[in-house]
């Protein structure tokens, strides 16, 4: 089964641009959760959707935002892209929601750089 | 409210030493607690979970880590370190949100294995 991929793995973009960073999760996994990780921040949780609804959000502006298809695919958005943006961000999948016991399975990342 | 916290944000043994990664979690009822590590360029991968029942997990790689309600402790170890070893580690707890559940992230240990 393929893993989580994540599509571009480096970007750079500069101030006040947008961005869309896309997630493939794996094959029947329904819920799709982003992560913002950054060396001072440390990991921290962006939203989580979830049969394409979302269903739990993290205290991120609403600059950021997502979306899920049909097909569980995921994207994230940052529009008015500041300095501070420049991070890892990190989707991971997951065959039920946040509220199960089930693994996290994470992608390798897309590395946002901001200039 | 949940939160957890890595009281260590690096630790360094040497190969075939001990280890030790400490954790303390705060809940308002019987937490779910993940272990998960982050090799240097590589996804994060679920090391072993907590969920009620055998308060002593084993995970993959020989680490394991006991659950303590006394001291609201999740501590991870591994009897003899390996170079291999060597990358970040989160401690993990699941916890409510409104009327679904999130993970909430520890600040992550880095661990430095000295040969």
């Known amino acids: 089964k393929a893993g989580v991929t994540q599509t571009p793995r480096y970007l750079i973009k500069t101030r006040g641009q947008q961005v869309t960073l896309s997630c493939s999760p794996i094959s029947g996994h329904r819920s799709v959760s982003w992560y913002q990780q950054t060396p001072g921040q440390g990991l921290q949780f962006l939203f989580e959707?979830?049969?394409?609804?979302?269903?739990n959000k993290g205290n991120f502006p609403g600059r950021f935002s997502g979306r899920q298809f049909s097909n569980s695919r995921s994207e994230m958005n940052v529009s008015t892209l500041e300095l501070g943006d420049s991070a890892l961000y990190l989707c991971?999948?997951?065959?039920?929601?946040?509220?199960?016991?089930?693994?996290?399975?994470f992608g390798p990342g897309t590395r946002l750089t901001v200039l | 409210a949940q939160s957890v916290t890595q009281l260590d944000s690096h630790v360094s043994v040497s190969e075939g030493t001990p280890v030790l990664l400490r954790c303390n979690y705060s809940s308002s009822y019987s937490p779910s607690l993940f272990w998960y590590v982050q090799h240097p360029n590589k996804g994060l991968q679920l090391l072993l979970k907590?969920?009620?029942?055998a308060t002593l997990v084993k995970g993959i790689n020989g680490f394991e880590a006991e659950f303590k309600k006394s001291e609201t402790s999740f501590h991870l170890t591994k009897p003899s370190a390996h170079m291999s070893d060597a990358a970040e580690y989160f401690c993990?707890?699941?916890?409510?949100?409104?009327?679904?559940?999130?993970?909430?992230w520890g600040a992550g240990t880095k661990l430095i294995i000295k040969p």
């Open positions: 907590y969920t009620s029942a």
């Open positions: 991971a999948s997951s065959p039920a929601g946040q509220d199960s016991y089930n693994e996290q399975f």
């Open positions: 993990v707890v699941r916890g409510p949100s409104g009327s679904n559940y999130q993970l909430i």
């Open positions: 959707y979830f049969s394409e609804t979302q269903r």
